[in-house]
């Protein structure tokens, strides 16, 4: 069983699309994350929350606590957005991480 | 700041043979995490190192271990390679507390024939 799931798994838009991938999770956590992974293997942190809703550019990511869901959108996407986006969480019991499956995302001009 | 950095980024190795990864965090951060990821399994946890203490384990088999010196500066070791082991091996650092944000390194690629 895994702790979070993650949907779409594959995920094509043109250009200009609004974008949204869902996470759930079932266990307790203190944060959750929103991991952007380009081709090559490089990750990078894009969100972490443990209430409500940020927002960094064309990105927001809201969270809700009592669903234990979050989502993350992608205004007006560009084709530099392609990338694969992991949800994970660190749960109350320690500060590692657990993964979703990922989604992959490739944006057409 | 430097990065998360991680030598070497690319290995070759033959089954039983042992193998030794290299992690430095970010100047300051004290908790380092080893992660594996593989097209079948996905990004997986390996384990946490928080002041030269494991603090966190997943469920990987005893050939995996690993250290953090006091420098934070950590390594993982695993003995007797498997064809299975074939993965990118990632670490992470982060300050201090649970569900800080975690910064990656690029990665140790690691090809067991």
């Known amino acids: 069983k895994n702790e979070v799931e993650q949907s779409p798994q594959n995920l094509t838009a043109q250009e200009g699309e609004f974008i949204t991938i869902n996470c759930s999770y079932s266990v307790g956590i203190s944060a959750l994350h929103w991991l952007q992974q380009h081709p090559g293997g490089g990750i990078v942190s894009l969100f972490m929350l443990s209430s409500g809703k940020k927002k960094h550019g064309r990105l927001i990511a809201t969270i809700n606590i009592q669903e234990k869901h979050s989502s993350l959108h992608i205004t007006a996407s560009h084709p530099r957005d392609s990338a694969v986006y992991i949800c994970a969480v660190t749960p109350n019991t320690g500060n590692q991480f657990y993964f979703g499956t990922g989604t992959s995302l490739t944006v057409i001009p | 700041k430097a990065g998360v950095t991680q030598t070497p980024r690319y290995l070759i190795k033959t089954r039983g043979q042992q193998v030794t990864l290299s992690c430095s965090p970010i100047s300051g951060h004290r908790s380092v995490s080893w992660y594996q990821q593989t097209p079948g399994q996905g990004l997986q946890f390996l384990f946490e190192?928080?002041?030269?203490?494991?603090?966190n384990k997943g469920n990987f088999p005893g050939r995996f271990s690993g250290r953090q010196f006091s420098n934070s500066r950590s390594e993982m070791n695993v003995s007797t390679l498997e064809l299975g082991d074939s993965a990118l091996y990632l670490c992470?650092?982060?300050?201090?507390?649970?569900?800080?944000?975690?910064?990656f390194g690029p990665g140790t690629r690691l090809l067991v024939l």
């Open positions: 992470a650092s982060s300050g201090t507390g649970t569900g800080e944000t975690q910064y």
């Open positions: 190192y928080f002041s030269e203490t494991q603090r």
